[in-house]
């Protein structure tokens, strides 16, 4: 016989709420799903994150299966413009093959308004595990400047 | 090919004793997108998993249970300041019928999507019989 551990009760209710829930795709934001249908949401698509250290910015687009030689990036002064294509499964697969299509493909353009003005001689962009990382130098005169006190 | 809704083990707990550190319910996880097609050979299965490098990646199969765990990380550097996702670690199970050949499953990660090929047994293979004319 196992002693009774209120902790132990707490813990089971919770667990039965959670699987009461399971099944109402909770667990998966709305947003995150969207993320997924660059043919359907193509103004929201990819989405993106933006990070920032003293002297550049970091955009982090979620894009993965995306063809890295189909992506283009333009920067003009502080707008980022990304387009690229994902491909879809292979068009010889018969609509009645699939079991489950959840991974929606297509072509998608996406700009992006940066904080900042951007060197845009500078910009880097790699592909890494699906995740896009583009790498913008700030232009010189946006970058924050240091300034000494005087102690008279 | 049946999903698996029940992403936590959950049997230990119950006979007793001191089973909590597995009674929790996994930590957040999301389910990634999935295609799932049927070829001739078997079938094939893409999932999404943007962020999730080679070494965070487990595909397991127990029985008839396929489970996909991805560890994801972001690679930005610096602080944020907008965000518009999260990653987390992704979790997703299947459940195989007995026509897949265990033995022969093949996984492959590129650009941050997994293709799992799941080649069907040979007997479960289509077969066409030939028609003799007598």
């Known amino acids: 016989m196992a002693t009774w551990d209120p902790w132990r009760e707490i813990d089971e209710l919770r667990r039965e709420i959670d699987r009461a829930f399971e099944d109402f795709g909770f667990q998966m934001e709305p947003r995150f799903r969207a993320a997924f249908l660059p043919g359907r949401l193509a103004r929201g698509y990819p989405l993106v994150n933006v990070h920032e250290d003293r002297d550049h910015l970091y955009v982090e687009a979620m894009a993965p299966g995306v063809d890295p030689n189909s992506l283009k990036l333009t920067v003009v002064h502080n707008s980022l413009t990304i387009s690229g294509e994902k491909k879809g499964p292979p068009a010889e697969i018969k609509a009645e093959s699939f079991h489950r299509e959840e991974r929606a493909a297509g072509k998608f353009v996406r700009s992006i308004t940066l904080p900042v003005e951007i060197d845009d001689q500078k910009v880097k962009a790699e592909f890494i595990n699906g995740l896009l990382l583009i790498t913008l130098p700030k232009a010189e005169k946006a970058k924050p400047k240091q300034i000494s006190v005087q102690v008279s | ?134």
């Open chain 2, 1 to 134: 090919m049946a999903e698996k809704t029940v992403p936590v083990p959950s049997g230990p707990e119950r006979s007793g004793g001191s089973g909590r550190e597995i009674t929790r319910a996994q930590e957040r996880h999301l389910r990634p997108a999935v295609d799932i097609y049927e070829t001739s050979d078997g079938l094939v299965l893409m999932a999404d998993l943007p962020g999730v490098a080679k070494e965070g990646l487990r595909v397991d199969v127990d029985g008839d249970l396929l489970t996909i765990t991805g560890k994801a990380n972001h690679v930005a550097p610096g602080d944020p300041i907008y965000r518009e996702y999260e990653l987390a670690n992704f979790y997703r199970q299947f459940e195989l019928n007995e026509e897949i050949d265990r033995e022969k499953i093949s996984a492959e990660l590129k650009h941050g999507v997994l293709k799992l090929n799941l080649p069907k047994a040979e007997k479960a293979k289509p077969k066409q019989i030939e028609v003799k004319v007598a």
